[in-house]
T-cell receptor, first 113, second 117 residues
Framework: AQSVTQLDSQVPVFEEAPVELRCNYSSSVSVYLFWYVQYPNQGLQLLLKYLSGSTLVKGINGFEAEFNKSQTSFHLRKPSVHISDTAEYFCAVSYTGGFKTIFGAGTRLFVKA | NAGVTQTPKFRVLKTGQSMTLLCAQDMNHEYMYWYRQDPGMGLRLIHYSVGEGTTAKGEVPDGYNVSRLKKQNFLLGLESAAPSQTSVYFC????????????????FGPGTRLTVT
């Protein structure tokens, strides 16, 4: 079965430190990959997406992610986090030819002053 | 544009009661989805629709029904609520630019927090 694994359920980090949130997905020939962010008591909003082309994609709020086909990973990074980045982050995959998106369990990023 | 809206925002039901959650989108999207979000489990797909008048089961459809009579609306019904249905429910929509290649990013509503006692 297709699946998405987010390797960390919680990531505490100090303000201005770098952060990496890890995501692996089950292998497939062709995939679209997404990171969504959910702020408290809100719905999810798109942070960035990989459809094709360059494996390094940049998103909003200074986040970026790298698609690694051989390792079936799509890790999210930010070089310097802010208190306002405290939120839950979801990795998601959509397989070409399907209408559905599979979400990971989420990683709660907590930025400390 | 309002995007995706959900009604109501909060609801408390007693076991056995019924209710309908309404989702509306003004982006002319083809696909619509209902998810439930529970702690540590991410988002699980309940039902989805690929167009007006069509619906299909997702990962956790038991105890729920849906209808999509108009392209912009997607209704989720609970016929006889159970405590296991206590959750936060999200509606989403998406637009497939290339229909044969599947859907792209999803746009989410703000959620409905449902408690069943």
């Amino acid at each position: 079965a297709q699946s998405v694994t987010q390797l960390d359920s919680q990531v505490p980090v100090f303000e201005e430190a770098p952060v990496e949130l890890r995501c692996n997905y089950s292998s497939s020939v062709s995939v679209y990959l997404f990171w969504y962010v959910q702020y408290p008591n809100q719905g999810l909003q798109l942070l960035l997406k990989y459809l094709s082309g360059s494996t390094l994609v940049k998103g909003i709020n200074g986040f970026e992610a790298e698609f690694n086909k051989s390792q079936t990973s799509f890790h999210l990074r930010k070089p310097s986090v802010h208190i306002s980045d405290t939120a839950e982050y979801f990795c998601a995959v959509s397989y070409t030819g399907g209408f559905k998106t599979i979400f990971g369990a989420g990683t709660r990023l907590f930025v400390k002053a | 544009n309002a995007g995706v809206t959900q009604t109501p925002k909060f609801r408390v039901l007693k076991t056995g009661q019924s209710m309908t959650l309404l989702c509306a989108q003004d982006m002319n999207h083809e696909y619509m989805y209902w998810y439930r979000q529970d702690p540590g489990m991410g988002l699980r797909l309940i039902h989805y629709s690929v167009g007006e008048g069509t619906t299909a089961k997702g990962e956790v459809p038991d105890g729920y029904n849906v209808s999509r009579l108009k392209k912009q609306n997607f209704l989720l019904g609970l016929e006889s609520a159970a405590p296991s249905q206590t959750s936060v429910y999200f509606c989403a929509s998406s637009y497939s630019i290339e229909r044969r290649s599947g859907s792209y990013e999803q746009y989410f509503g703000p959620g409905t927090r449902l408690t069943v006692t």
